[in-house]
Structures are given as structure tokens and as C-alpha cells.
């Protein structure tokens, strides 16, 4: 049996919850944390602070994944087919610099990728791909009660009108990444 080679991404596409709920369902995935980062304003940012829209933190997720089972490609893969990453500031209803898109690069390697994943994927859309290719500077964790958000509140209004939508369509286009459930 093969050791674990985790790593580590961190993506912004709108509100957490539903980037989260996206990563959780997928196959090698060991951890999804949300929080934020890409900020100005000093010291760990409220979640209240950061949807002022004052402190120019993205709300993010940070991905710890099994590079022997899934690729960094293929996690940004995912992540552009996902969510809309031709609309600036914005997903949906979601409007601010707070729901930016955005990959945020932990080394040159991740870099080099997110450049080719753009490349790779913007033939698909219509419109120009707006998502941003940053160096990652700090993380900051969210509040517990965004953690695991989907999870825990599938029958709010938000989970079940925007979020099952995307679960939905995750499942349709990645299949082959999605984790077997045990029967």
C-alpha cells in the first residue's frame, strides 16, 4: 500500500459553502477548511468584516488532497467547471470582491498549473475567464459555524437552491472523481 502525498490548494469561487461542499464530495480529498485570505486589513479577519468588503479578503477554501489519487490539475479542473469563473466579483446573488474568483498558489509548480488550467478550460465559456492566479499569503480559518456548512443545513434555502445544484452538476461532469460511498 502506497504512502499518503498530501498537499495543499486553496481556491475562492463565491461563497465558501458551496466550494466546500463541491471538494468534500471529490475522491482523494482529505480536508476542506473555508476561511479567508487575499486581505489587506490586519490580524484575522470576522467573517462580518469580510463580507463589508473592507478588508479585501476572498472567502477560500483550503483543499488537503492525496496527490497519489487526485492531481492539482485535476482539483482546478474542478473548481473551474464548478462555479462561474467569467463573472467578476461575483457568483449568483453573491456580489463583492469577498466572492471573487481566484486560485491562490502555494509554490511556482501551482502556479505554472493554474496558468494552463485557465488555458485549458476558457475555449468552454463564452466569456473571458476573470479568475485571479495569486501567491497565497495567510490563511485565516472562518468561524466553526461556516465549517462543514452544507453538511450540516441541506434543508436551509440557500444549501437546496444553490449549493444541491452544484453537487448536482459536480456529480454529471466528474464522476470518475467522486468518492464511493460504502454500502
Known amino acids: 500500500?502506497?504512502?499518503?502525498?498530501?498537499?495543499?490548494?486553496?481556491?475562492?469561487?463565491?461563497?465558501?459553502?458551496?466550494?466546500?461542499?463541491?471538494?468534500?464530495?471529490?475522491?482523494?480529498?482529505?480536508?476542506?477548511?473555508?476561511?479567508?485570505?487575499?486581505?489587506?486589513?490586519?490580524?484575522?479577519?470576522?467573517?462580518?468584516?469580510?463580507?463589508?468588503?473592507?478588508?479585501?479578503?476572498?472567502?477560500?477554501?483550503?483543499?488537503?488532497?492525496?496527490?497519489?489519487?487526485?492531481?492539482?490539475?485535476?482539483?482546478?479542473?474542478?473548481?473551474?467547471?464548478?462555479?462561474?469563473?467569467?463573472?467578476?466579483?461575483?457568483?449568483g446573488a453573491d456580489i463583492g470582491t469577498q466572492y471573487r474568483s481566484v486560485i491562490y498558489y502555494h509554490n511556482d509548480s501551482q502556479k505554472e498549473i493554474a496558468g494552463l488550467v485557465l488555458k485549458e478550460v476558457a475555449p468552454y465559456y463564452e466569456q473571458a475567464i476573470v479568475t485571479e492566479i495569486s501567491p497565497l499569503e495567510t490563511f485565516y480559518e472562518a468561524e466553526e459555524y461556516h465549517q462543514d456548512y452544507y453538511r450540516n443545513n441541506q434543508s436551509q434555502g440557500y444549501c437546496s437552491a444553490v449549493i444541491s445544484p452544484k453537487i448536482s452538476k459536480l456529480r454529471k461532469m466528474h464522476a470518475d472523481k467522486i468518492k464511493r460511498t460504502k454500502v
Request: aromatic residues 8%.
Open 1 to 91: 500500500m502506497s504512502s499518503k502525498k498530501l498537499e495543499i490548494a486553496t481556491v475562492g469561487g463565491g461563497c465558501f459553502w458551496c466550494v466546500e461542499a463541491i471538494f468534500q464530495e471529490v475522491r482523494g480529498v482529505q480536508k476542506v477548511i473555508s476561511g479567508y485570505t487575499g486581505g489587506n486589513a490586519p490580524g484575522k479577519p470576522t467573517y462580518r468584516e469580510v463580507c463589508s468588503g473592507l478588508t479585501g479578503h476572498a472567502e477560500v477554501v483550503q483543499i488537503t488532497y492525496d496527490a497519489n489519487i487526485i492531481s492539482y490539475e485535476d482539483i482546478l479542473v474542478i473548481f473551474m467547471t464548478t462555479h462561474d469563473p467569467t463573472t467578476l466579483n461575483r457568483q
